[in-house]
């Protein structure tokens, strides 16, 4: 049986702005198992990588719980958190703005192995070329910064700096978006790679429904800041209740030429302002099957099937 190795329950975080409260996230929950890849999908600005941070506590959260290998991480003080750096990491989506350009290649890697004491000074430049080896970079390459580099091998470096601490778990916040289709395919493989060599634990953060159906076990889907279904990668690409979520699966292209097509299903409507929300359901104002119990509240996230979750007042509509 798998081990939980992240839980994360009722996970809330608003912002203050002049004209009210944001609700960035409100109310998340969800576990990943140890060794598999949790894939996080939705609109840009639904709160994807604002989970990420928080389960991080790169932003500090408003509200809920945060459990890594059973320890609070919301509960830690500075010091505890400082440590447990070292077990979870993040890549971040932009691989230029991420890497300092004042430094080489080798001292981006070796700057959390010396912060964390990983090996002794003597090994840190055979550690590094190792680290190199492992996300497929030229030795050459050792003393290179990182303008001079493409953003495929700042990304790698970023991939390497990551795995550096030997971590249990990773926040993959959009890795590949930036890169030109090629080389995203590289590196999905780098960490589909790594991830069975150091049996890593992923949150796979991206906008790419074709991307998350391959690399990931389990798919959580958001919207404004909350999570309207969640389910194995296939069930949810076979069987997808939510009308977000069926409408976002229509939008794929098919690739085979002269195949069949998908019948697109539009979103019309306005989108919902994340600030002071009405008490209602959350994509009602563009759903096409909205009714009365939509506008009443929000429906709460139900088990429909094994594993299948979903919040919607219809769902009963959709399950094949």
């Known amino acids: 049986m798998s081990k939980t190795l992240i839980e994360v329950n009722n996970l809330t975080k608003y912002f203050k702005t002049s004209r009210g409260m944001l609700h960035a996230v409100d109310g998340v929950s969800f576990s990943i198992d140890e060794g598999k890849t949790l894939g996080v999908v939705g609109e840009s600005g639904c709160g994807k990588s604002t989970t990420g941070r928080c389960i991080l506590r790169l932003i500090e959260p408003t509200a809920g719980s945060i459990l890594f290998d059973g320890e609070e991480v ?3 003080n500075s010091r505890k ?3 447990m750096r070292q077990k979870m990491q993040i890549i971040f989506q932009d691989p230029f703005s991420s890497l300092d350009p004042r430094k080489t290649v080798a001292q ?3 700057e959390p192995m010396r912060e964390f004491h990983i090996v002794p000074k003597e090994q840190l430049e055979a550690k590094t070329h190792e680290l190199m080896d492992m996300v497929g970079l030229a030795n050459r390459l050792v003393n290179t910064y990182p303008h001079e580099l493409d953003g495929g091998r700042r990304q ?4 390497a700096r990551a795995i550096s601490l030997n971590p249990k778990f990773i926040v993959c916040d959009e890795p590949v ?3 030109d289709v090629s080389i ?12 069975k060599e150091m049996g890593l634990t992923y949150m796979f953060i991206t906008h790419d429904l074709s991307v ?3 690399f990931s076990d389990d798919i959580a889907v958001m919207y404004l800041g909350k999570l309207v279904e969640k389910a194995p990668a296939e069930e949810l690409f076979s069987n997808p209740v939510h009308p977000y979520t069926r409408a976002l699966l229509s939008a794929i292209p098919i690739p085979e030429v002269g195949g069949p097509k998908r019948e697109r299903i539009l979103l019309k409507g306005e989108i919902s302002s994340p600030i002071n929300l009405p008490d209602e359901c959350r994509f009602a104002k563009r759903c096409n099957y909205a ?3 939509c506008r009443k509240g929000d429906p709460a996230l139900v088990e429909i099937k094994p594993g299948h979750f979903v919040a919607c007042h219809k769902s009963a509509e959709f399950v094949l």
Do not use: P
């Open 212 to 214: 998350v159906n391959h």
């Open 156 to 159: 790698r470096i970023g991939v």
């Open 108 to 110: 981006i890697i070796q």
């Open 291 to 293: 009714c009365e119990d």
């Open 81 to 83: 958190l400082h440590d």
């Open 177 to 179: 978006s930036a890169l």
């Open 74 to 76: 919301t509960a830690m």
């Open 184 to 195: 995203q395919a590289q590196i999905l493989n780098l960490l589909k790679q790594l991830q």
